[in-house]
């Protein structure tokens, strides 16, 4: 039991000394809201960087725990080419995902883009500047909103995410 414990102290101890991932900034003014078949408000944050094959990514992450979702993912999309102001419909996004599942009864609602689409997503980018630090990143504003469908499970409705930015 003493080794166990000994263990345990040992590997919180270098926990504590590594240093921390690269931290998620929460943008000023990122806020979100759900509707539809689970409701909520929360913050976010929103980063933009190039991609080694001439695109981009947008990663849209809560930054605070959302009552009543177990896993939440806001929204991670390609964007073709280099990022700039107006708007992505579905179809002008490349792969990407965004998701939740419910702590109540474990239902999973999803917009995705693999091969075909599932649910429904539009991005707006009303500013778009390049930084220097880090490079290939982007400050950006506007709004994204994904509509969330059912997947594998028996509810009828859906879930509607929207952030502005």
Known sequence: MHLRVAFLAATAALALALPPGPARAEQPGCTGT????FTATFRCSVTVRDLDDG???????????????????????IIPGTPAKGSYPFDAL????????LDRDGALFTATRTT???GEVSLELTSVTKQQRPPGTYAVHGSFRARLLPKGNLHK???VVTVKF
């Open 116 to 118: 075909r689409g599932f």
């Open 157 to 159: 409705d859906e879930v």
């Open 94 to 101: 490349g792969q990407g995902k965004s998701s939740l599942i």
């Open 34 to 37: 759900l509707s539809g078949a």
């Open 55 to 77: 695109n981009a990514v947008i990663d849209l992450a809560q930054a605070e725990k959302v009552e009543g979702i177990g896993a939440f993912g806001v929204g991670s999309w």
